[in-house]
């Protein structure tokens, strides 16, 4: 059945703060990118991904709107998980552990997600940057700021600098067409000394890494990514029974993660 067919009418949000969370920097949305897929897991795929950020997508929901039960539903995501597209796991928020669903519709291997659970994704460079896009139009702002293709290749890494520190199109704008001189004779070093002069300082304050951790879409046992393959741990992949801490007993992954939560926190001034 063609996921066009399930009604996302009805389908309802999680519990604030849970259900389904996208990760950053997703392709655009087409109609094959789950062609990869099985057609069941193709459909269930698409479906999850036309649903409304926070959507309950756990197996006993999803059954309950698709034509397919539970069994089969949890099948599937696991299969939607190897695939690259999704990932179950816990993130500390304002010193609370939430657990998380993350989703993306573009497929991601083990790196992308370790990266991710780090905090430190990788952007996909378009073929034109957005340091490059800004310069190109920059004549449209000023026609006395006119730049050429090799022009704006050589400044964008200087524009980029800027968006490093925080800085917008409109703030790289403004610093580059205002108080122009008249004429401008060369353009193109008028604006790489304002890039230069005019550069702001770096953030007083970064934004804190967040703390979160995949788990084992089998067992449930948290973990660093890097410990995951395709979403398993290592006992689930041989087959063998992972052990579980003692009742009470936090696992030395979230052990971890409140040290490092500790540490931010001494760390922070305001």
Known sequence: MADAE????AHPLANPGY???STPYQRPATGSDFAHLPPREAAIAAYIDRLAEGSDISAKMLAKHLPYGQCAVRTALNRIQRAGHLRRGVECVDGLWITRT???????????WSAFQR???????????????????????DAAMSLSHAECRALAPLVDEWFARDADENDVTRALTTGLPTPVHHPAALARNRLTTKLPPEPLRRERPP???????????????GALSDGD??????????PRPPAGVLPA??????????????????
């Open 6 to 9: 399930f009604s996302l009418a």
């Open 19 to 21: 259900g389904k969370r």
């Open 102 to 112: 993350w989703w993306s519709r573009t497929a991601r291997d083990d790196a992308w």
């Open 119 to 141: 905090g430190d994704v990788p952007r996909e460079k378009p073929s034109r940057s957005r340091a490059y896009i800004l310069l190109a139009a920059l004549g449209r702002t």
């Open 211 to 225: 703390l979160r951790f995949l788990e084992c879409s089998k067992c449930g046992a948290p973990g660093y990514a």
């Open 233 to 242: 741990c290592g006992p689930c992949r041989r087959g063998e029974t992972a």
């Open 253 to 270: 992954a979230r052990v971890h993660a409140h040290a490092a939560a500790i540490r931010a926190g001494e760390g922070a001034h305001p």
